[in-house]
Each structure stands twice: as structure tokens, then as C-alpha cells.
């Protein structure tokens, strides 16, 4: 069943893949950005894609933004709680403003957006939410307390919400990636990132169309009784 889908983070790396896999899928998409124009515009161009930008921090912008969405595509029917954001460092060096952005940005975003789209799905006993969370988030990572804290958090809260949908039709489940080929892992150093992809028992990264195509398949009409789960997808680097 097609219609509305919303991705936040939708218009680079893995929220850009999970866009495409949707709008193949047959979805009117409505993809999220916040920082990055000149990428949105060109997003826009080679996909046709509707690109929207609010921040997904701000509890009244994503109100304000999921009504815009709903007025131009129609209700929204799938959303994916991609948007993510790191400021790393050791804790005993980490500031106030780092652990605050990450949690805005990787946490209250999946309030923001399902306080305003999960009472529409209730009305009308249909929704499938797929939240984004991390290897990092299931296993932690030195120098992350901050993003592995609220990855972990996505978990808690996908498990919650899920039982809270289950009887009027919404599933809620999460996706753990592992290290992917998208710009937040090319900003790693190079030796980091040689080490990382030494870790992984397959040898290489993973790909953004790899994510989206267990994203997209969550957000059939025929996955109804999956819910409350957490898939990881992550190259066998942890298994836990």
C-alpha cells in the first residue's frame, strides 16, 4: 500500500538511499534536511523528490512541518526517524553544548515527529515507523558517549511506542547499522577507518542501498506483524 512516507535526514548518505527505496516503492516522499542547501537542491533535481527544511530538534517545527507535508502529499502513512548527528569526544572533555546537540538531534527528533504523525496513524489504524539506531548504540564506542547514549535511547523508545501502536495498526521497529559508506564515516581518519573496516568479519563497509532496502521492506503494508524488534545490519561486527 502506497502513500505518504516522511524520512528525516532524507536527502544524503542513508536518509537519501531510504528516500529512493521508497519513492520506488510506490510512496509520495517527503524528505527532511536541516544544514546542507546546495544538497537538498540537488537532491530535488535527480529525484524529484519533495525536500523540506525544519529542524527535527524543535518540537513546534516538526508539528508545523508535518502539517505542511500532510497538506501537500497527503496524510503520512511511514516514517522513517533517520537524522543524526555526532559530536565526538571523552567525556572528561566533553562539553555541555556536544552531549545537548546530539540528544536534540538523535532524540527528541523521534518525540518530535511521532508526537505529531502517531495520532493521524491511530485515527486511521495504519503506520509503520522505522527509527534509526547504530551499532554504537547497541555495543557503545569510546569517545561517543553522547551518540552511542541517545542510539541506545532510540531502542528503548522503539520497543515502548511499538506496544502502544501494535493494537491500532502501527509497527515501530529499529535499524542498527554498522559503518557505512556515507560522509559521517569519510570524515573519519584514515587509519580509524582502516582499523574499523579490519573489524568487520565481511571485510567492507556496508552501502547506504543496503540499509534502505531492510528500511523500505519494514515499511510494507506485509511486514504488519513485525514490530518492536531491532535488526542490526552491520557486517557481523557485533552480534550481541
Same mark, same amino acid.
Given at each position: 500500500?502506497?502513500?505518504?512516507?516522511?524520512?528525516?535526514?532524507?536527502?544524503?548518505?542513508?536518509?537519501?538511499?531510504?528516500?529512493?527505496?521508497?519513492?520506488?516503492?510506490?510512496?509520495?516522499?517527503?524528505?527532511?534536511?536541516?544544514?546542507?542547501?546546495?544538497?537538498?537542491?540537488?537532491?530535488?533535481?535527480?529525484?524529484?523528490?519533495?525536500?523540506?527544511?525544519?529542524?527535527?530538534?524543535?518540537?513546534? +517545527?516538526?508539528?508545523? =512541518?508535518?502539517? !505542511?507535508?500532510? &497538506?501537500?502529499? @497527503?496524510?503520512? *502513512?511511514?516514517?522513517?526517524? $533517520? #537524522?543524526?548527528?555526532?559530536?565526538?569526544?571523552?567525556?572528561?572533555?566533553?562539553?555541555?553544548?556536544?552531549?545537548?546537540?546530539?540528544?536534540?538531534?538523535?532524540?527528541?527528533?523521534?518525540?518530535?515527529?511521532?508526537?505529531?504523525?502517531?495520532?493521524?496513524?491511530?485515527?486511521?489504524?495504519?503506520?509503520?515507523?522505522?527509527?534509526?539506531?547504530?551499532?554504537?548504540?547497541?555495543?557503545?564506542?569510546?569517545?561517543?558517549?553522547?551518540?552511542?547514549?541517545?542510539? +541506545?535511547?532510540?531502542? =528503548?523508545?522503539? !520497543?515502548?511506542? &511499538?506496544?502502544? @501502536?501494535?493494537? *491500532?495498526?502501527?509497527?515501530? $521497529? #529499529?535499524?542498527?547499522?554498522?559503518?557505512?559508506?556515507?560522509?559521517?564515516?569519510?570524515?573519519?581518519?584514515?587509519?580509524?577507518?582502516?582499523?574499523?573496516?579490519?573489524?568487520?568479519?565481511?571485510?567492507?563497509?556496508?552501502?547506504?542501498?543496503?540499509?534502505?532496502?531492510?528500511?523500505?521492506?519494514?515499511?510494507?503494508?506485509?511486514?504488519?506483524?513485525?514490530?518492536?524488534?531491532?535488526?542490526?545490519?552491520?557486517?557481523?561486527?557485533?552480534?550481541?
Amino acid at each position: 500500500m502506497s502513500g505518504t512516507a516522511l524520512v528525516t535526514g532524507g536527502t544524503r548518505g542513508i536518509g537519501r538511499a531510504v528516500a529512493l527505496a521508497l519513492q520506488a516503492g510506490g510512496h509520495a516522499v517527503a524528505a527532511v534536511y536541516h544544514g546542507n542547501e546546495d544538497a537538498a537542491a540537488a537532491f530535488r533535481r535527480e529525484t524529484g523528490i519533495a525536500a523540506y527544511r525544519w529542524d527535527v530538534g524543535d518540537f513546534d +517545527a516538526c508539528a508545523a =512541518g508535518v502539517a !505542511r507535508v500532510e &497538506a501537500d502529499l @497527503g496524510p503520512i *502513512r511511514v516514517l522513517v526517524n $533517520n #537524522a543524526g548527528i555526532t559530536r565526538d569526544a571523552t567525556l572528561h572533555k566533553m562539553t555541555r553544548e556536544q552531549w545537548s546537540q546530539v540528544m536534540r538531534t538523535n532524540l527528541d527528533s523521534l518525540f518530535n515527529l511521532c508526537r505529531a504523525v502517531v495520532p493521524g496513524m491511530r485515527e486511521r489504524r495504519y503506520g509503520r515507523i522505522v527509527n534509526v539506531s547504530s551499532v554504537n548504540g547497541q555495543r557503545g564506542q569510546a569517545g561517543q558517549t553522547n551518540y552511542a547514549a541517545s542510539k +541506545a535511547a532510540v531502542l =528503548g523508545f522503539t !520497543r515502548s511506542l &511499538a506496544l502502544e @501502536g501494535a493494537h *491500532r495498526g502501527i509497527t515501530v $521497529n #529499529a535499524v542498527a547499522p554498522g559503518y557505512c559508506d556515507t560522509e559521517m564515516v569519510a570524515a573519519v581518519p584514515e587509519e580509524i577507518l582502516r582499523a574499523t573496516i579490519a573489524s568487520i568479519p565481511v571485510g567492507r563497509l556496508g552501502r547506504a542501498e543496503e540499509i534502505a532496502a531492510l528500511v523500505a521492506w519494514l515499511a510494507r503494508e506485509d511486514a504488519g506483524f513485525v514490530t518492536g524488534a531491532t535488526f542490526s545490519i552491520n557486517g557481523g561486527q557485533w552480534t550481541g
